[in-house]
């Protein structure tokens, strides 16, 4: 017996700002929404989903799990989140091909890596 991966819990200062600049970003719905949490999906009944959770303490250092996105033009794509509000961040990963490290409006990292060859 296993189990399913049903969703990703984000700790966030503002859930509803951060859980609309997510659902955005990967083309995602708002499929539950109530003060302090809120959720986004592909679709209603498609798993994983997204739960942003209101935390009152601020994000100080690097996540321990991160997003990782990859679409069809990695540049295209990191100019359009940047424009949207994501930053550049260095992590560590000092100069690698493959990835762009960025942070979403709250500081949390993910990785925007090259398309598949």
């Known amino acids: 017996m296993g189990s399913d ?3 990703v ?3 966030a200062e503002d859930p509803g700002r951060l859980a609309r600049w997510w659902a955005e970003a990967l083309h995602y ?3 539950y929404e109530r003060p302090g949490e809120v959720e986004i999906r592909r679709k209603a009944d498609e798993t994983p989903g997204l739960i ?3 935390v009152p303490e601020l994000k100080t250092v690097k996540n321990r799990l991160h997003i ?3 679409p069809d033009n990695q540049e295209a794509e990191v ?3 940047v424009d949207m509000g ?3 961040v260095d992590v560590g990963q000092g100069t690698v091909d493959g990835w762009v490290v960025l942070a979403d409006p709250e500081g949390n990292e993910f990785c ?3 398309p598949r060859t």
Do not use: C, G, M
């Open 68 to 70: 990782d996105l990859r």
């Open 52 to 54: 942003f959770v209101s």
């Open 112 to 114: 925007v890596l090259a």
């Open 29 to 31: 719905q708002i499929t």
């Open 5 to 7: 991966w049903e969703n």
């Open 9 to 11: 819990v984000v700790d």
């Open 79 to 81: 100019e359009r989140l």
């Open 86 to 88: 994501a930053r550049h």
